[in-house]
């Protein structure tokens, strides 16, 4: 069964950070496993047996999803924001 995660983050430059926030699972794969394209926030389909990650795919749709509803969030709280506290001198 495909599981869905997002790449959290890259550390070192060579190992992959895979979050399945439904199962509480954390993956490590190496960067080059990953298809062209995948960078942190990027949203995959992947394999996972025993722990190994296999046929990693990107999943666009959802990528763009969560990154237009995070851009949504963003927007309501920079127009509730009212500037600074901190007066200029």
Request: net charge negative.
């Amino acid at each position: 069964m495909k599981k869905l995660g997002v790449i959290d983050r890259i550390e070192d430059g060579q190992h992959a950070v895979i979050l399945v926030e439904s199962e509480q699972l954390q993956f490590n794969v190496l960067r080059e496993d990953l298809p062209a394209g995948a960078e942190e926030g990027t949203w995959i389909t992947f394999d996972a047996v025993d722990g190994v990650v296999s046929n990693i795919e990107l999943d666009s749709a959802k990528t763009h999803e969560q990154t237009e509803r995070i851009e949504n969030k963003l927007g309501r709280i920079r127009k509730k924001s009212s500037g600074s506290k901190f007066k200029r001198r």
